[in-house]
Structures are given as C-alpha cells and as structure tokens.
C-alpha cells in the first residue's frame, strides 16, 4: 500500500518553511513515501475539502485511507512515528 504524506502550507508561513525542511529529510530517510505539497493560497478547494485550517498541517494517507494529521510544526521523530502508523517500516 503506498504511503503519502500531503504537507499544507504556505509560502509566507515561516513555520511551514521549517517544516520543509524536516519534510526533505524525512524524505532522504523513507524515500518510498510519496510527498504532496499543497499552497493553501493556490488551492483552496483541496484545502477545504481537508478541513485545513492552521498552517502548516501534515496529513499522512495510507492508500486513500487518511491514518494520521498533525496541525502545527513538528519533529522528525513526531512524522516517523506517523508513518509506522501506515504500517510503514
């Protein structure tokens, strides 16, 4: 089952700035997840569909099942325990 993770955010947040970072090397680190970064201010639509409503907010998906939400910046440690949760090893 493929394991995505959907970081929203924007790109005057200074948080979510942050957390790209943490997101890049969560990549190096599980590089078969699949990364979706999405503008709130470019894509409202999916936005709301998401019930997003603080930035940054990372949405971890296992197939299209959605397994964990984190609302605010986060740790490295904080994504690696979301992705076990998708059964990710």
């Not at 569909?49 to 940054?56: D, L």
């Given at each position: 089952?493929?394991?995505?993770?959907?970081?929203?955010?924007?790109?005057?947040?200074?948080?979510?700035?942050?957390?790209?970072?943490?997101?890049?090397?969560?990549?190096?680190?599980?590089?078969?997840?699949?990364?979706?970064r999405?503008?709130?201010?470019?894509?409202?639509?999916?936005?709301a569909?998401?019930?997003?409503?603080?930035?940054?907010t990372?949405?971890?998906?296992?197939?299209?099942?959605?397994?964990?939400?984190?609302?605010?910046?986060?740790?490295?440690?904080?994504?690696?325990?979301?992705?076990?949760?998708c059964?990710?090893e």
């Open positions: 089952m493929s394991i995505t993770l959907a970081k929203f955010g924007a790109h005057w947040c200074q948080a979510c700035l942050v957390m790209d970072s943490i997101i890049d090397e969560f990549k190096e680190n599980y590089p078969d997840v699949h990364i979706v999405v503008d709130v201010d470019e894509s409202p639509e999916i936005t569909k998401r019930r997003v409503t603080k930035i940054p990372v949405i971890f998906f296992a197939g299209y099942k959605t397994v964990d939400r984190i609302n605010s910046s986060c740790s490295l440690e904080r994504l690696e325990e979301a992705y076990e949760k059964g990710g």
